[in-house]
């Protein structure tokens, strides 16, 4: 039997750096779903495709070839681990994102790249969608102010120029699109176990999540 453990939550709450951590630790496979859905609205931008032509963006989802390697993110083929963080991305991926048909296309590929691995999965809809059967939920929160503090330095970190009240607003923008969506939209999943990271560290927030787990498969984890 393969172990899944599902994370979830709104922009910037902690999920990929604590997911990252915790596949380490555990010694499982990393998926970062938002890397995918990054990478099908940089194709997108690239080749100039309008963010209303949906069927020519289901296009683009259904023929790309989207792969993970570790923390690497490739289109195509080519690396594009950084590119995908950009601002630019930031800012329209939840536009393709809403597009069911999208969802369906990256949905399938994820549940493929799940199969018969031990994985951790972070995401928007990995507990209630991708992976319903994850022995573990997991639903990471954080302030909303704190949350775009943390993106804030880890742009400015990059050496990108970006005001803190921008970010703020791009997050507030994303957090009301990922929520109010139709399909998969970001909710907390049944069972999930929540974890206000707001006045938490990095370490605090790893040492829960692993605890949740030790203490639920009494230590055989
Ligand atoms: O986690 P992230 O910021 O890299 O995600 C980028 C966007 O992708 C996010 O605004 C919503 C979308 N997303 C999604 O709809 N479903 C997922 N499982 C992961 C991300």
Do not use: C, H
């Not at 963010?51 to 080519?78: H, P, T, Y």
């Not at 536009?95 to 069911?100: A, K």
């Not at 031990?118 to 939920?137: C, E, S």
């Not at 069972?191 to 790893?206: F, Q, S, Y």
């Amino acid at each position: 039997m393969t172990v899944k453990i599902a994370i979830d939550g709104p922009a910037g709450a902690g999920k990929s750096t604590v997911a990252k951590k915790l596949a380490k630790l555990l010694g499982f496979t990393y998926i970062d779903t938002g890397a995918m859905y990054r990478a099908i609205t940089l194709k997108v931008l690239r080749e100039n495709i309008s963010l209303e032509d949906e069927e020519r963006i289901v296009e683009v989802a259904r023929k790309s070839d989207i792969s993970l390697d570790g923390e690497r993110v490739f289109l195509d083929g080519e690396d594009v681990s950084e590119e995908i963080r950009k601002p630019i991305i930031s800012q329209k991926v939840s536009v393709v994102s809403q597009i069911p048909e999208v969802r369906e296309i990256l949905v399938k590929k994820q549940r493929k790249i799940a199969e018969g691995k031990n994985v951790v999965m972070d995401g928007r809809d990995i507990g209630t969608v991708v992976l319903p059967d994850a022995q573990f939920k997991f639903f990471l929160t954080a302030s909303l102010e704190e949350r775009a503090r943390r993106r804030y330095e880890e742009l400015k970190n990059k050496g990108t120029e970006v005001k803190y009240e921008e970010v703020l607003e791009e997050i507030k923008k994303r957090d009301s699109l990922d929520s109010g969506r139709k399909t998969s939209p970001l909710t907390i999943p049944e069972g999930a176990i929540l974890i206000d990271t707001t006045d938490l560290t990095e370490e605090e927030v790893v040492e829960r999540v692993y605890e949740a787990i030790r203490k639920n498969t009494k230590g055989e984890i």
